[in-house]
């Protein structure tokens, strides 16, 4: 069965910092990646995705993450933090099996804080 | 707007109260699906519709909860006997069929709070 690990349920950091969201997934077939933004009281909009090619993924308002097979992980990463970063992340992998196929699983989430 | 959009955004309600939710997925899109976030955790899965076609259900969707997609278009989520567990944010989610990638295009959320 897949699994996704949030390492992490609260980040904070500076204005115009690093910014760095842990995620590790289990899954026996190469998997689908995503990562999903929520705002307070919102749905979840799509950050970005990887499914095959390059490792390396870009997605809105300047986030990338990278795919790293032999770590199992999937970190997102943004190399200046702005205030309206702030949400809370939802890493998740693919559902490869069974009836409901295409249901995204879910990690518990990292809420960024962002300090100015 | 052609998102995925749901009703009512807000519902509070008694404990013992039956409540209903509705979600119109994005047209043409054939598979819907029913996800239940509490606070501080991810979404949870629980139920997956392809087309009028109830799929598959989470053990998470006890007896009391029931989905419907009677024309495979737009879906409801009704919960019977509401119990102050049942509080959390409902999200619907919806993609084509032939979508290679996998992604969810999700709605608004209803939050449901039962007093």
């Known amino acids: 069965a897949q699994s996704v690990t949030q390492l992490g349920s609260h980040v904070s950091v500076s204005e115009g910092a690093l910014v760095l969201l842990r995620c590790n997934y289990s899954s026996s077939v190469p998997p689908y990646l995503f990562w999903y933004v929520q705002y307070p009281n919102q749905g979840l909009q799509l950050l970005l995705k990887?499914?095959?090619?390059?490792?390396l993924v870009k997605g809105i308002n300047g986030f990338e993450a990278e795919f790293k097979k032999s770590e199992t992980s999937f970190h997102l990463t943004k190399p200046s933090a702005h205030m309206s970063d702030a949400a809370e992340y939802f890493c998740?992998?693919?559902?490869?099996?069974?009836?409901?196929?295409?249901?995204?699983?879910f990690g518990k989430g990292t809420k960024l804080s962002v300090k100015p | 707007d052609t998102g995925v959009s749901q009703d009512p955004r807000h519902k509070i309600t008694k404990r013992g109260q039956n409540v209903t939710f509705r979600c119109d997925p994005i047209s043409e899109h054939n598979r819907l699906y029913w996800y239940r976030q509490t606070l501080g955790q991810g979404p949870e899965f629980l139920t997956y519709?392809?087309?009028?076609?109830?799929?598959?259900k989470s053990r998470l969707l006890s007896d009391r909860f029931s989905a419907e997609r009677p024309k495979g278009s737009f879906s409801t989520l009704e919960i019977q006997r509401t119990e102050q567990g049942d509080s959390a944010m409902y999200l619907c989610?919806?993609?084509?069929?032939?979508?290679?990638?996998?992604?969810?295009?999700f709605g608004e959320g209803s939050r449901l709070t039962v007093l």
């Open positions: 998740a992998v693919r559902q490869n099996w069974g009836g409901s196929q295409g249901n995204l699983i």
């Open positions: 519709f392809q087309n009028e076609a109830q799929l598959e």
């Open positions: 989610a919806s993609s084509p069929t032939t979508s290679n990638t996998g992604e969810l295009f």
């Open positions: 990887y499914t095959t090619g390059a490792t």
